[in-house]
């Protein structure tokens, strides 16, 4: 039995240069078209290709874990390549398939005449399918961890955007809140204004609401925790933009703005601290 698996795990490292071009055959254009798009060369591909045949052929007669190991690296090695080329990962995966398929091919012959005992191919498969299936598993952990990664700063770029802290002076900002506000948004605004007011070491932010459509008890008690808090680090905080409908309606639902400094524009809040709109 061993006899067989170290004569089948020859052949395929003998053949591996054969098999790797083989491989070419039955790429499918999507992924040949990513490769073209990229700056991978073929010479380097099929150097993979064939060292990957290489570990499969020596998982059947050396010592198995090293190898898989091996296979690991290789993986990983190989994964984080195709995605910083931006090769799709069902077409990443699609070509483990083709290595067993190409593995069989070679052994036709063999196989016809049933010259290999069928416990023979069953244990061929038991080693060489985990590997292939260790390397799927690899591949698809690398591009998970990378959309992860995207999704991330896709988000922290949302954030800045929906939360603009924008320094306009010495120690001054201003915060434009624009769109309804919801818990999450609303804590998103308390937590970047602290942040950003340590940041650029604020004296002063005016946080501009003229673009919130409405104005109920809730957000009226949230922008008094905002400009409480902020008070707390040493920052003087001016709510500015109460639009007149916003403020008849605050005044109909009986909400409190007595707590909040506010202002009726940024250009009355950038006057009182010195800041002359004019010559801005």
């Given at each position: 039995m061993k006899e067989e698996l170290k004569y089948i795990g020859n052949r395929i490292i003998e053949f591996r240069h054969e098999l790797t071009l083989e491989i070419e055959?039955?790429?499918?254009?999507?992924?040949?078209?990513?490769?073209?798009?990229?700056?991978?060369?073929?010479?380097?591909?099929?150097?993979?290709?064939?060292?990957?045949?290489?570990?499969?052929?020596?998982?059947?007669?050396?010592?198995?874990?090293?190898?898989?190991?091996?296979?690991?690296?290789?993986a990983?090695?190989?994964?984080?390549?195709?995605?910083?080329?931006?090769?799709?990962?069902?077409?990443?995966?699609?070509?483990?398939?083709?290595?067993?398929?190409?593995?069989?091919?070679?052994?036709d012959k063999e196989l016809q005449e049933n010259q290999f005992a069928?416990?023979?191919?069953?244990?061929?498969?038991?080693?060489?399918?985990?590997?292939?299936?260790?390397?799927i598993f690899q591949f698809s952990q690398i591009y998970i961890r990378h959309n992860n990664e995207a999704y991330e700063k896709a988000q922290d770029k949302l954030t800045q955007l929906s939360v603009p802290v924008v320094p306009i002076a010495d120690r001054v900002a201003v915060l434009p809140v624009i769109g309804e506000l919801d818990p999450e948004r609303a804590q998103l605004i308390m937590e970047k204004s602290l942040e950003k007011s340590s940041k650029y070491q604020l004296q002063?932010?005016?946080?501009?609401?003229?673009?919130v459509p409405e104005i109920d008890a809730t957000l009226a008690h949230f922008l008094f925790q905002v400009s409480h808090s902020l008070e707390l680090v040493g920052v003087d905080t001016t709510l500015t933009g109460i639009r007149p409908e916003i403020a008849r309606s605050v005044v109909e639902r009986g909400v409190d703005f007595t707590q909040v400094k506010t202002r009726a524009n940024l250009k009355q809040a950038l006057n009182e601290i010195g800041i002359s709109v004019e010559k801005a």
């Open positions: 055959n039955y790429e499918q254009e999507s992924y040949v078209s990513s490769i073209n798009q990229s700056d991978l060369t073929r010479e380097q591909i099929r150097e993979w290709r064939s060292y990957f045949f290489q570990l499969l052929g020596e998982s059947l007669f050396e010592n198995y874990e090293e190898v898989k190991e091996k296979v690991t690296n290789w990983n090695e190989i994964g984080e390549k195709a995605v910083d080329k931006g090769i799709p990962l069902n077409e990443t995966i699609a070509t483990m398939g083709y290595y067993r398929t190409l593995i069989w091919k070679t052994f069928a416990i023979t191919v069953l244990d061929v498969n038991k080693f060489i399918n985990p590997l292939l299936d260790q390397v002063y932010l005016l946080i501009d609401i003229s673009g």
